[in-house]
């Protein structure tokens, strides 16, 4: 399976913006997907978990109440819909998909190239 994320840009403190990941390949729909962030120098940290029937799903703190993540299972494709954005959401965003419910991100073998998202105050 092969996973390309989009949706990247720059926005200003309090807007919004929708990423994708979309999946190709031998794709299956019972895949945990999980978006992560990364600001350089610093780890990689789970933003939100998404299980394959969407009946779980995980928020990092600090986002919840204003990230929302979903998937449409026939378009093989997850949404990661970021609203009332904040600087400390600037990042570079990439999806995973894995096997195994985990925020960890040595646990996903299938990573998106990533976009980056950058909040401007």
């Known amino acids: 399976v092969q996973l390309q994320a989009s949706g990247g840009g720059l926005v200003q403190a309090g807007g919004s913006l929708s990423l994708s990941c979309a999946a190709s390949?031998?794709?299956?729909?019972?895949?945990?997907v999980a978006w992560f962030r990364q600001v350089p120098g610093n780890e990689r940290d789970c933003v939100a978990l998404?299980?394959?029937?969407?009946?779980?799903?995980y928020y990092l703190d600090s986002v919840k109440g204003r990230f929302t993540i979903s998937r449409d299972n026939a378009k093989n494709t997850v949404y990661l819909q970021m609203n009332s954005l904040k600087d400390e959401d600037t990042a570079v965003y990439y999806c995973a998909a894995g096997r195994y419910w985990s925020s960890n991100p040595s646990h996903y073998t299938v990573w998106g190239q990533g976009t980056l998202v950058t909040v401007s105050s």
């Open positions: 998404i299980s394959g029937d969407s009946g779980s799903i």
């Open positions: 390949g031998r794709t299956s729909s019972t895949n945990i």
